[in-house]
């Protein structure tokens, strides 16, 4: 019986409640690993959207492993032999639990943590993972032989198996990672694991039923030949390994967009991947809340509008995330409604898994492995966005006439924004230009919607104004691009008159790491976080002088900054996870802080800083400096009880350890101030708000260039009282409050919770703004 046949069948019975408690139960697991195992590896590649992406790549490689496992077992003519096998393969998998990081491996290897990462996932995790994975194919192919004529068709099952990792995945940030600590998780999962390994053999016993249950006609039929089904062409193959391949490229090329081009915001990764489950739940309905009409309409129009905003950076951060993920949604539903078009009969239902799985693989690896070797920006979004027009219609039939017309005036509109670019600006008011751009874009993108139902016209036009949009798109003066494993990095400039002219910047996805003026008379001032007048700057300028030659540790190198505080008589060690941060700022052709500005010895140790600073010799340190926290990836090991007691072992006597905690989304003081406390040091909280940027009625000291310094948030910890006796002194240093917020641990961490600690926050400032505003007397 063919699925189509399956489709004309008025009456259906129900799927029975253990096939779905089965399939949900596998998913929520899978998904659950995924965001546990990924925390366990935070202390030794950092917080990275590259190791996000890169386990997201593993994780799917591990889903095709069991997904062939899946196709090959179902071969088994004996339904029987296939449920023992199965239940035999997850028991074996237990054997590497209960869940943990393998220390076979050893410490990451800077030049390669991808590899090292791959390996780790492999042998920590791989086994259960394929295992969890292959139950959804093989119970739809169990569902198939063993179901009465009538019954719903099997791939419906797939909808619960998302169903099931939608929820998980939500569950994790939500609920189990702010209630439960990490030894509770590990062993929680463990637990789980077993329980599913005995809700699987009596998934196996309701088989074996349902199997001697059926009629002896039905029976007779297995023995028998099969009936005839479409043959499966390599056509059909390769479709079903496309279609999956570019919703799966997509969902890594948004998230690693929006964190470098657009706003970095923890659990943004979050989105996109509950969004691509969403549509496989759409897509594997019986009746899909949006038709397949609907979608291409509302796909074509998302394209073009992202095609049109690619470029500009700079405008409404909330339109761009929502346009963005509404184009990545749209364009993954209607190629997964696609796939789910072309599905086989269900004799073929595991191969077509196979398939699909195949394609997530091939879309995750592109853009995990080979996009950061070959591209230096995140250019692999847009090409795969580009090349899912290709699955829209090609229309039947010659191109109509209004349709070339439609192309022609588009190519022409789009040639004249950049000719409008060219030719006005700098001789024209700058809005009037860029109105009169997104004017002729606008047209543009109004052709690509209208060419929609013939991909091959419509790709053309995406192309044509996507570079169109790219020339005349926000006017920032990029002067390099490099990318490494850790995420991409950005050298900028900017004219500051009150600088003396160009300041260069260093930017790893949208998170300023530095910045210097390249006029002689302010080229050695630290800028924005380091400068003199901040909570860093007045904690180095303190230590020097207390004595008259200092050792420095910092962990986070930047631009260098901290290199121009030094003397002929002092040490500086930076500790730096990203090898391309340190060849970016010891060129002088970039930074000079490190290299001109330096007085004192410099040297770096590449690695994560909880790994390295562990094998420093103790009370090394006049001056530590933890700079690790202003990206939204967090790296959260840094900032636990466990870390901070290591760091106070580093610090000679009277030395003092700086926590740099300036971060847009997350409130970090009350974990850092509790930590600090419960580690048994002394702490003080500052936060410094930076002078007014000067305009044509204010001056220094009343106000300060842009970047001259910046507000800032910092604590600082020492061993004792005598330690801190300088600062404390000090009107702009208070003591810190330990219970604001629960100390983090390297068993329990909240982000969030600082996350709403943070909305929280913002929330109680614009309502006081607004109070005094009504209660302010009226003029």
């Known amino acids: 019986m063919t699925t189509a046949d399956v489709a004309s069948t008025p009456a259906r019975s129900r799927t029975p409640a253990i096939y ?51 196709h090959l077992l179902q071969k088994l003519p004996s339904l029987r032999r296939q449920t023992l096998i199965h239940i035999t393969v997850l028991l074996a998998a237990a054997l590497v639990l209960p869940l943990r990081v393998s220390g076979v491996l050893g410490d990451p290897a800077t030049g390669h943590p991808a590899l090292w990462l791959l390996g780790v996932l492999t042998l920590s995790i791989g086994a259960p993972f394929a295992a969890l994975s292959a139950t959804a194919p093989l119970l739809q192919a169990w569902r198939a032989r063993t179901a009465e ?57 309701h088989v074996w039923r349902a199997q001697a249950r059926r009629p002896l006609t039905d029976a007779l039929k297995d023995l028998g030949p099969a009936e005839p089904a479409v043959p499966v062409t390599w056509k059909d193959r390769l479709a079903w390994l496309l279609l999956a391949a570019i919703p799966s490229s997509l969902m890594l090329g948004v998230t690693a967009h929006l964190a470098t081009d657009v706003a970095s915001a923890p659990f943004l990764w979050v989105v996109p991947l509950a969004l691509y489950l969403i549509t496989f739940i759409i897509a594997f309905q019986d009746r899909p809340v949006f038709t397949r009409t609907q979608v291409l309409v509302f796909q074509g129009a998302a394209v073009a509008a992202v ?22 949604f749209l364009t993954a539903l209607m190629c997964h409604q696609a796939l789910v078009a072309r599905r086989p009969a269900a004799s073929h239902l595991t191969e077509f898994y196979l398939w699909m799985s195949l394609g997530g693989v091939v879309g995750g690896a592109f853009n995990a492995f080979l996009a950061p070797v070959i591209f230096s920006t995140v250019l692999e979004y847009p090409m795969v966005l580009v090349a899912s027009v290709f699955v829209r219609p090609w229309g039947e039939g010659p191109v109509k006439r209004w349709q070339w017309i439609t192309l022609a005036a588009g190519i022409v509109a789009a040639h004249l924004a950049v000719l409008t670019f060219h030719v006005l600006w ?80 260093l930017a790893h996805g949208t998170t300023l790491h530095g910045a210097q003026a390249q006029d002689s008379r302010y080229r050695c001032r630290p800028l924005v976080y380091y400068a003199p007048e901040t909570p860093i700057g007045q904690v180095f300028i303190q230590a020097r002088k207390q004595k008259p030659a200092i050792d420095i540790g910092a962990v986070g190198l930047g631009t260098g900054s901290v290199a121009a505080y030094t003397r002929k008589a002092d040490r500086l060690t930076f500790f730096e996870i990203d090898p391309l941060v340190v ?37 090394a340190f006049d001056v530590l400096l933890i700079d690790a926290f202003s990206s939204d990836s967090v790296p959260a090991h840094l900032l636990t009880v466990e870390a901070i007691r290591g760091y106070l072992g580093h610090l000679k006597p009277g030395g003092v350890l700086i926590l740099h905690l300036s971060n847009r989304n997350l ?72 219970t604001r917020a629960r100390p983090w641990t390297d068993n329990y961490t909240n982000l969030f919770g600082a996350m709403w600690a943070r909305v929280a926050e913002r929330l109680d400032t614009w309502f006081e703004n607004t109070m005094d505003r009504l209660n302010a007397p009226k003029t």
């Not at 590896?41 to 996000?52: E, R």
């Not at 095609?307 to 990545?328: C, E, R, V």
């Not at 850790?486 to 910047?505: D, N, Q, S, Y």
């Open 20 to 70: 779905v408690a089965a399939v949900f139960a596998s998913a929520g697991l899978v998904f659950l690993v995924e965001p546990m195992v990924a925390k366990l590896l935070l202390p030794l590649l950092g917080g990275s959207s590259a190791v996000w992406n890169t386990s997201l790549a593993f994780f799917q490689a591990a889903l095709l492993g069991g997904y062939l496992y899946a």
């Open 583 to 619: 060849k970016i700022s010891t060129n002088p052709a970039n930074f000079s802080y490190t290299t001109e500005c330096a007085r004192g010895q410099v040297s770096y140790v590449l690695g994560d800083a909880r790994l390295t600073l562990a094998r420093q010799p103790p009370q």
């Open 426 to 505: 700098g001789h024209v008011d700058a809005q009037i230009v860029q109105l009169v751009e997104k004017l002729f874009l606008g047209l543009a993108t109004l052709a690509v919607f209208l060419l929609r139902g013939r991909a091959l016209l419509c790709a053309a036009m995406v192309i044509i104004l996507a570079l169109s949009a790219n020339m005349v798109g926000d006017k920032a003066q990029v002067l390099h691009h490099w990318r490494s494993f850790f995420g991409v990095l950005r050298e900028t400039k900017v004219t500051v008159p009150g600088l003396g002219g160009e300041v260069r910047m």
């Open 667 to 738: 409130e970090l003081r009350g974990p850092a101030m509790a930590a600090a406390v419960a580690a048994g040091g002394v702490a003080l909280l500052q936060r410094h708000i930076g002078a007014p940027m000067c305009d044509a009625r204010t001056r220094w000291p009343d106000c300060a260039p842009n970047m001259f310094e910046s507000s800032e948030d910092a604590v600082i910890v020492g061993r004792d009282k005598a330690s801190l006796a300088a600062y404390a002194a000090d009107s702009r240093w208070t003591p810190a409050d330990p």
């Open 149 to 205: 004529e009538g019954a719903g068709e099997p791939y419906a099952l797939y909808a619960a198996s998302n169903l099931g990792s939608l929820l998980a995945l939500l569950a994790y940030p939500l609920l189990v990672e702010p209630l439960a600590t990490l030894q509770a998780q590990r062993f929680g999962w463990s637990l789980g694991y077993g329980l599913f390994v005995i809700l699987m053999a009596a998934m196996a016993a």
């Open 307 to 328: 095609a049109f905003n690619l470029p500009y950076h700079a405008s409404g951060i909330l339109m761009q995330i929502g346009l963005h993920l509404a184009a990545f």
